[in-house]
């Protein structure tokens, strides 16, 4: 799969040839507006669980013509390209679970699957989900780095403000006391922001400034693009409100004004570790000898967006590292576990369902 082009925005072929291997797997894929794709397999049992298993069909660039290379234990590309484990390691996980399912003959009530479009470029397949689509009992993303085995159960939500600063314009020679510069009004706002690493769970950012147009000109509009994230709801709010009043009040004070544009990304996971979910998925590494480790992220994926939608969800380490470059690589030994590990959380779950209702 690694070999077919699919960076964001350009996943016809590589949905063309998941189509064709699930409904080879005795599914009946649908393909909603946006591109993404669904599938829901009923099996054999009246009660259990929903499953809903995700990942995403895209990758980052540079993703074309990638030409993989198989080492003893790992699989990397050329080097000119990334590998596109990310995350074609959790399509490949996903297809050899159902196949897994088929030839073991596996009794379970309900298993939903979704394969999202443009995740890498702000989660924009996931965000086109309606709920019934994603409703689950359980919601395994299978997007996150770290071996087979380990899990995410918490991440930040994210906020990007973006700041239209206003000046005046003026010839900078003859005129400049007329003028109003919104550089200089952006530079002091940015530099009243605390970014970077703020505490264990926060981070902001001033990702891209634009603004002006010649030396002789004073400029008249700087366009400034932030963001923060915080696995505190409360902190979260707390660093935009500073980074708000930065920029009102630098415009204020140099005379200026500025137009704000705040938009919710996505929502904070904290998925609790005596929930069903973390339980499970303990469960079922120990069935398997994997060591279980339960880990955070500082980063949003198509898991953020379901959890939003009150779905129990988790991210599982899917074996790729060094994603997003082109040392990224997938250990053979994660590549294989993985589909053993999605079926150990079939049957974990359905066991854990079933011990939950004899109570
Ligand atoms: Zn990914």
């Known amino acids: 799969?690694?070999?077919?082009?699919?960076?964001?925005?350009?996943?016809?072929?590589?949905?063309?040839?998941?189509?064709?291997?699930?409904?080879?797997?005795?599914?009946?894929?649908?393909?909603?507006?946006?591109?993404?794709?669904?599938?829901?397999?009923?099996?054999?049992?009246?009660?259990?669980?929903?499953?809903?298993?995700?990942?995403?069909?895209?990758?980052?660039?540079?993703?074309?013509?990638?030409?993989?290379?198989?080492?003893?234990?790992?699989?990397?590309?050329?080097?000119?390209?990334?590998?596109?484990?990310?995350?074609?390691?959790?399509l490949a996980g996903i297809l050899e679970m159902l196949a897994l399912l088929q030839e073991k003959n596996v009794l379970f009530h309900k298993i939903k699957i979704i394969l999202t479009v443009e995740e890498e470029i702000g989660l924009r397949g996931a965000k086109?989900?309606?709920?019934?689509?994603?409703?689950?009992?359980?919601?395994?993303?299978?997007?996150?780095?770290?071996?087979?085995?380990?899990?995410?159960?918490?991440?930040?939500?994210?906020?990007?403000?973006?700041?239209?600063?206003?000046?005046?314009?003026?010839?900078?020679?003859?005129?400049?006391?007329?003028?109003?510069?919104?550089?200089?009004?952006?530079?002091?706002?940015?530099?009243?922001?605390?970014?970077?690493?703020?505490?264990?769970?926060?981070?902001?950012?001033?990702?891209?400034?634009?603004?002006?147009?010649?030396?002789?000109?004073?400029?008249?509009?700087?366009?400034?693009?932030?963001?923060?994230?915080?696995?505190?709801?409360?902190?979260?709010?707390?660093q935009v409100r500073g980074m708000l009043h930065a920029f009102r009040s630098a415009a204020k004070k140099l005379g200026g004004s500025v137009e704000i544009e705040r938009r919710r990304e996505y929502e904070a996971i904290k998925q609790p570790k005596n929930s069903a979910i973390v339980r499970v998925t303990k469960i079922a590494a120990r069935r398997l000898g994997l060591p279980h480790t339960v880990a955070s992220s500082g980063g949003g994926s198509d898991a953020s967006i379901i959890f939003g939608y009150g779905v129990p969800t988790v991210g599982l380490g899917i074996g790729m590292e060094n994603v997003h470059s082109k040392q990224e690589y997938i250990t053979l030994r994660n590549l294989t576990v993985l589909p053993q590990y999605l079926l150990a959380l079939l049957e974990a779950a359905h066991d854990y369902e079933r011990r939950r209702r004899s109570k």
Not at 27 to 32: A, H, Q
Not at 197 to 219: F, H, K, M, Q, Y
Request: with cysteine; aromatic share 2%.
């Open 1 to 90: 799969m690694v070999r077919i082009n699919s960076t964001s925005g350009h996943e016809a072929a590589i949905r063309q040839h998941l189509l064709g291997e699930l409904r080879r797997l005795g599914c009946r894929p649908s393909v909603d507006k946006k591109g993404n794709i669904h599938a829901v397999l009923t099996g054999a049992l009246a009660h259990g669980p929903t499953i809903l298993f995700n990942a995403h069909m895209d990758t980052v660039v540079p993703g074309e013509n990638v030409r993989p290379k198989v080492l003893s234990d790992r699989i990397v590309s050329d080097g000119t390209t990334i590998l596109g484990a990310d995350d074609k390691a959790g």
């Open 128 to 238: 086109a989900l309606l709920f019934p689509a994603v409703r689950a009992d359980y919601c395994f993303v299978l997007d996150s780095d770290g071996a087979v085995g380990s899990i995410v159960n918490q991440s930040p939500a994210q906020e990007v403000l973006t700041f239209k600063v206003r000046g005046k314009s003026a010839h900078a020679g003859l005129n400049p006391e007329d003028g109003v510069n919104a550089i200089k009004i952006a530079g002091l706002a940015i530099s009243q922001i605390p970014s970077g690493r703020l505490d264990g769970e926060t981070t902001a950012n001033v990702g891209s400034v634009r603004g002006g147009t010649a030396s002789n000109i004073v400029p008249d509009e700087t366009i400034v693009v932030t963001e923060a994230r915080s696995r505190s709801e409360k902190k979260l709010q707390k």
